[in-house]
């Protein structure tokens, strides 16, 4: 009796789900498979004006700690300023992943302007707020797009993390042409930066050949952190470069000229 009542409880929640969202009565449709591919919608690129206020909106949100913010595979979000992350355990992501192809990783592509005075703008994704322990940054791509021949500009890396935070993850993320001097940079903070992750990273081009013009792979500034099993093609200064980062673990990483 208590079995017969569920589903009869299911039968009609889900007609009643379906006449909202599609208009149509549950009668009309050939079956039932229009329940079954509803997903949770990836973060929308439209309107590409403000999508980097509207990411930022989204994990500055009260309540945001914890909060995974999809992006959508096969899609380019075009910033005009850095995505911050903002409360603990936050995540980027694609949606889909794992599981999908990496080459459907969603795209960030650094898009705001740079002043004639050599500053602008140089950061994709931004990890170092005082409320950033435990942040993941994961199955996206970093298109820095620093034009080609362009010198760098005084800015952060294509992605800054550490500070004054711990156990953050930076995985199966490509980083290449940043603006200004590295495609991954983890700072010490006030020497508190502990424990990053940083693994299955392919990395670069970062750079260019011109005097002065370097940039490097991974810049390492945080104790007991791990870096692992990361692919670093054509970093032009250092492919690894490490500052300090007592205890840490570098390991299985590959690199090579691009
Ligand atoms: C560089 O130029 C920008 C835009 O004009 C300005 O906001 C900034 O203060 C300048 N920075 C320096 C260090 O001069
Ligand atoms: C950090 O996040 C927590 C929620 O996880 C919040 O209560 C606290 O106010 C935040 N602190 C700052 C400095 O934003
Ligand atoms: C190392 O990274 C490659 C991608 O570059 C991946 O295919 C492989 O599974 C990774 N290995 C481990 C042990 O995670």
Request: with cysteine; aromatic share 6%.
């Amino acid at each position: 009796m208590p079995g017969r009542l569920l589903s009869t409880l299911l039968v009609g929640t889900v007609s009643i789900a379906l006449s909202d969202s599609l208009g149509t009565s549950a009668a009309s449709l050939p079956n039932c498979l229009a329940i079954v591919r509803q997903t949770p919608s990836c973060f929308p690129v439209d309107p590409q004006d403000t999508v980097a206020d509207r990411i930022n909106a989204a994990l500055s949100a009260p309540g945001a700690t914890g909060f995974s913010l999809k992006l959508c595979p096969d899609t380019n979000y075009p910033i005009s300023a850095p995505i911050k992350f903002a409360f603990p355990n936050q995540e980027i992501t694609t949606q889909g992943f794992p599981g999908l192809d990496l080459s459907h990783r969603a795209t960030i592509t650094v898009n705001g302007p740079i002043n004639a005075n050599e500053t602008g703008h140089s950061t994709a994704v931004d990890g170092t707020c005082d409320n950033c322990t435990s942040v993941a940054l994961r199955y996206v791509q970093i298109q820095g797009n620093r034009a080609a021949g362009s010198g760098p500009i005084v800015g952060g890396a294509n992605l800054e993390f550490g500070g004054n935070n711990q156990n953050q993850v930076i995985e199966w993320v490509h980083s290449e042409k940043p603006r200004s001097w590295s495609c991954l940079h983890v700072a010490e903070g006030p020497f508190t930066c502990a424990n990053a992750l940083i693994q299955n990273n392919d990395i670069g081009p970062c750079g260019s050949d011109v005097f002065g013009q370097w940039a490097d792979g991974i810049s390492l500034s945080c104790k007991g952190s791990t870096v692992f099993n990361n692919t670093i093609i054509g970093a032009t200064d250092g492919g690894i470069v490490i500052f300090g980062s007592p205890g840490s673990w570098v390991h299985g990483n590959t690199g090579g000229f691009a």
